[in-house]
């Protein structure tokens, strides 16, 4: 019997913390790449172009087609869009994915972007699970957001199993994350325990609160509508970052 309780207890670990990944895939004609990744709880987007360019990725096969849902790098801080035909996409109401690193080595920007699997309304549900993901891509010659002039084309991710080790189980478990993202008056925090103190800074850099967590949230409702990067102090001495989007 205990040894039955044990094998189930292992598999429902394995499928709990079961992930997938795309592995890179070159995004020929435009000189990008894309690399999907999901878990459970979301999916981790890394998009890599010539650093000076506009870098789109949309999902699906219509390409363009009215409905169709986006990732659009360029220079406004919006990345969630919706497309409606050969016109310039919409940038989403609410931006469910957030830009977590955005660094430039040489010539190259390297993107990643994380979101909730189903994401928010009118975005492309991308399961957490093996089988293959249709997408359409294109890049322009400067970062406004524009038309495509540097190229664009279709391309077929497939998604296959990346199980979590033991060791990345228990450091997942140990995370300090916030959610919901989005958020419009609370932010709860797991793992908010870990936590000695945060400080909250707007998109300019400057600090705009400081709190220390007393129980499993704190409001964010005195702070306006836009961007904010939190610097999380744990209790071990060390410092994470969060970045927070207030509707």
Do not use: C
């Not at 140990?174 to 609370?186: G, H, I, Q, R």
């Not at 850099?205 to 129980?215: A, C, E, F, L, Y």
């Amino acid at each position: 019997m205990k040894k039955t309780l044990l094998t189930l207890s292992i598999a429902l670990a394995n499928f709990a913390w079961a992930q997938f990944s795309s592995g890179t895939v070159a995004l020929p004609v435009t000189g990008m790449t894309v690399k999907l990744d999901t878990t459970p709880t979301g999916v981790t987007l890394t998009l890599t172009g010539e650093s000076n360019s506009m870098l789109g990725i949309g999902f699906g096969t219509t390409g363009m087609g009215s409905g169709s849902d986006g990732f659009i790098y360029n220079s406004t801080a919006n990345r969630d869009y919706t497309f409606i035909g050969k016109t310039m996409p919409n940038a989403d109401p609410s931006q469910d994915w957030t830009e977590t690193s955005n660094t430039v080595s040489g010539s190259i920007r390297t993107i990643v972007a994380t979101r909730s699997l189903s994401g928010g309304a009118g975005d492309f549900a991308i399961p957490n699970a093996a089988g293959t993901i249709n997408i359409f891509y294109a890049r322009k010659s400067d970062n406004i957001l524009g038309y495509h002039d540097a190229g664009r084309s279709y391309a077929t991710l497939t998604m296959t199993s990346s199980t979590l080790s033991t060791n990345e189980v228990a450091a997942a478990n140990k995370k300090v994350s916030l959610y919901p993202n989005p958020a419009k008056t609370t932010v709860n925090f797991k793992n908010i325990d870990r936590i000695s103190a945060l400080d909250v800074y707007d998109a300019t850099g400057r600090k705009v609160k400081s709190v220390k967590p007393d129980g499993e949230n704190i409001s964010v409702e005195d702070l306006k509508p836009g961007i904010y990067y939190f610097e999380i102090k744990l209790k071990d001495g060390n410092l994470s970052y969060e970045k927070l989007i207030k509707e």
